[in-house]
């Protein structure tokens, strides 16, 4: 017989026994027993490990000695792991000696043997509570083909609590090819696609999977344009100008944009909007205005909240699209919290509050993140009130938050984006350099699959995008002719992206044309 023990692979590092008995488990696991059993036979290599086999003819013997002798044998097991092995196999055993009347042996087991495993007090009482509690009706009326399977069970509960050699983890095959595949996944640039992939080779992605070329040019509004955002679903563009107006896009089936409502009730430039998690409604701010909430079905404003000394830089949305935070630049104002109607339900204020900057609610809605005029970004824990405060050493311009709640990227005057945890886990950030800003406000935007793409305008008119794990651009987008002020990355297709510029259009980004005319 060949040597089970060399290596295999173009390397050889891969244990020949070891990769046949993956084969094998995997074959199993699919359905394929046929094909299992023969390459067992075949190869003189056993899916399960001796001792397993062992403990396997014990347990569905009812042999629990025997079970107990073979765990106590294994010699990879930790004190810990054959403790609760030993539990699940006193437990059956307890259920057994029970219906078949042994409660002299019950008793034993329960006062004597499970105490001794040191498994903690509360959890022998609950198990025999769970034993005793059950009434006379069903204790000694468990027929034998319910005690074979609650056997099995217990065997399949054993299979994941021993360590290798004596048994394989399980999908082994599975999770290592996918591990591969994940691994290859985070070192590809331009990996943005939710779709399987193929194993057949390498993964690598072009650029044609990220927004590179301009498909379509926007121009109804008349002066520069200082906001755009995507809508949650994906099917709306929101976009605010100094032109003091805000539009409301549709996203067509094409790909292509369309105005939808032309929102004209400010007096002043409109330098924010911010979508109900909904989709429903709209909020628009500028910056020496009031806020207004509107209808997006419809495009009439619905509630205009403060009056018009309340200058209001941000505003934000809480998960139930029913309440809503905006925040002012004057510290007497600081941060209120309506619902939709306008009437007020929490507000942090005082002369001591700083500038709000911009602010943002995290998708789960449990945490409230400031940015104010003191460079410090402070992370408020809405349910426990816990604060937490970052200081940044430049000027910071923008917020925005990743899908998951889990990150905040933040713009800086020094020509930086840094990268935070909300959990505050990070003493450092990631930081991301490329682009031009030290005059004007800039807005950047996590993007494509599982976020793992920024974007940001820059003051040299171009739009650079990062890999979120590289610190250099990956992309850098030329198109507009003057500062570009935010861009937008669409949450549900992930291969348009929306810039809006000081040259009075917005430009919808999508993969190139040979991508395009091939898909």
């Known amino acids: 017989m060949e040597n089970q023990q060399s290596g295999t ?50 347990a569905l013997d009812g042999n629990w000695d025997g079970c107990i002798d073979t765990l106590t044998a294994i010699m990879d097991l930790t004190g810990e792991t054959r403790t609760s092995a030993l539990y699940l196999v006193f437990k059956q055993c307890l259920l057994e000696y029970l219906n078949r009347g042994d409660d002299s042996l019950a008793l034993s087991v329960l006062r004597k043997t499970i105490p001794a495993l040191h498994v903690g007090r509360e959890k022998a009482h609950n198990l025999a509570y769970s034993i005793l509690s059950m009434n006379d009706k069903e204790l000694g009326k468990i027929d034998e083909c319910v005690i074979h399977e609650l056997r099995k069970t217990l065997l399949l509960d054993l299979e994941k609590l021993l360590p290798p050699p004596t048994v394989v983890p399980q999908r082994r095959l599975e999770h290592l090819v996918e591990t591969a595949i994940l691994a290859q996944m985070d ?59 805000a539009i409301i896009w549709k996203v067509l089936e094409d790909g292509k944009l369309t105005m939808k409502h ?8 409109v330098s924010f909007v911010a979508w109900s998690p909904d989709d429903t409604k709209l909020l628009t701010c500028g910056n020496v205005e009031v806020l207004k ?14 009056d018009h000394g309340f200058i209001v830089t941000s505003c ?3 998960p139930d699209s029913k309440r809503l935070v905006c925040g002012s630049s004057e510290p007497e104002k600081g941060i209120y919290m309506w619902d939709c109607d306008g009437s007020e339900i929490k507000a942090w204020k005082g002369m001591r509050m700083p500038k709000v900057v911009d602010l943002a609610v995290t998708p789960d809605g449990e945490n409230l993140v400031t940015v104010s005029s003191d460079k410090e970004i402070r992370i408020l824990n809405l349910g426990t009130n816990a604060e937490n405060v970052i200081s940044e050493e430049h000027p910071i311009t923008s917020l925005s938050i990743s899908a998951d709640s889990k990150y905040f990227i933040v713009n800086l005057n020094s020509q930086e984006i840094h990268l935070w945890d909300v ?44 890999n979120q794990q590289v610190s250099r651009p990956i992309e850098v987008l030329f198109g507009h002719s003057m500062t570009v002020n935010c861009v937008s990355w669409n949450p549900r297709r992930h291969q348009m992206l929306a810039s809006a510029s000081d040259d009075h259009t917005i430009r919808i980004w999508g993969p190139s044309q040979s991508k395009r005319k091939t898909a």
């Open 9 to 58: 692979g173009p390397k050889g590092l891969i244990k020949r026994h070891e990769f046949v008995r993956v084969i094998i488990q995997c074959l199993y696991s699919l359905g394929y027993g046929k094909s299992a059993s023969c390459l067992e036979s075949e190869s003189g290599i056993s899916y399960k490990s001796v001792e397993f086999e062992l403990l396997e003819s014990h």
């Open 187 to 245: 070192s590809c640039l331009y990996h943005n696609t939710g779709d399987t992939v193929s194993i057949y080779e390498d993964h690598c992605c072009s650029r044609d999977q990220i927004p590179t070329e301009t498909v379509q040019i926007l121009t109804e509004h008349k002066n520069e344009v200082w906001f755009v955002q995507f809508s949650n679903n994906g099917e709306y563009l929101a976009s605010s100008s100094s032109d003091c107006t």
């Open 262 to 269: 032309a929102l004209r009730s400010h007096q002043n430039p």
């Open 293 to 306: 909430l509107w209808d997006v079905e419809t495009g009439t404003c619905k509630h205009t909240f403060g």
């Open 316 to 318: 934000a949305w809480f």
């Open 423 to 466: 959990a505050g886990k990070c003493e450092k950030p990631l930081k991301y350099t490329g682009h031009k800003q030290h005059k004007y406000v800039i807005r950047s935007c996590f993007g494509g699959v599982n976020s793992s793409f920024i974007a940001s305008g820059s003051e040299n008119s171009q739009v650079y995008i990062w």
